[in-house]
């Protein structure tokens, strides 16, 4: 397994729909095996392979229920059913953060409640129920592989804020990454 360099806001790989994965094969799971690792290292609840710089349909995520419970896991291909997104000014309890727009952090009004219907690294099907944070996750990984980041839902007082940290940071501009473990990034 190996940590990958994360791709920053500004890379096309970023802003444009990932591609079905067709073969559940050595190299996929070696894929999800380095995503795994990359997002622990990070650290993040969750990372979508685009991130990687791989245009593929996959998401891995980690977040453990209220219990204690693990929840973690691979989505291939997946499909995202979403209750009605709620009208209602944003909180800080909103705040999101993305390890494509690292160390940012903007509030944004998600769906309480989700249905992912997707494939594990093995091609099996499966579906999860999701509520509350745990839906959020769900949301913003799929958001990624129709090449959408959160930044992009944001009402408009948030998205200029968020138009001047791309600014203040350099961002916007294909090519930027940065290194869990090495570089000095949160988000
Ligand atoms: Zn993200």
């Not at 970023?14 to 795994?36: G, Q, W």
């Not at 991130?51 to 291909?77: E, H, K, S, W």
């Not at 909180?91 to 998600?110: K, M, Q, V």
């Amino acid at each position: 397994m190996t940590v990958r360099p994360i791709v920053i806001s500004g890379d096309p790989v970023l802003h444009s729909p990932a591609t079905p994965v067709t073969s559940f094969d050595a190299e996929l799971r070696k894929l999800i095996a380095d995503m795994y690792e990359t997002m622990d290292e990070a650290p993040g609840v969750g990372l979508a392979a685009p991130q990687i710089g791989v245009p593929l349909r996959v998401f891995v995520y980690d977040y453990p229920a209220d219990d204690g419970t693990a929840r973690r896991g691979v989505a291939v291909n997946p499909e995202l059913f979403i209750s009605p997104t709620p009208v209602s000014e944003p909180t800080e309890a909103d705040d999101e953060g993305c390890l494509s727009f690292p160390g940012e952090r903007f509030p944004l009004i998600r769906a309480d409640k989700a249905i992912l219907r997707a494939h594990d690294e093995n091609g099996a099907a499966f579906e999860i129920e999701c509520e509350g944070w745990f839906a959020r996750i769900m949301q913003h990984e799929f958001d990624h592989l129709n090449g959408l980041l959160y930044v992009d839902r944001l009402a408009h007082a948030e998205a200029k804020q968020a138009e001047k940290a791309r600014k203040t940071n350099g961002w916007g501009k294909p090519g930027l990454s940065w290194m869990p473990g090495v570089d000095d990034l949160d988000g």
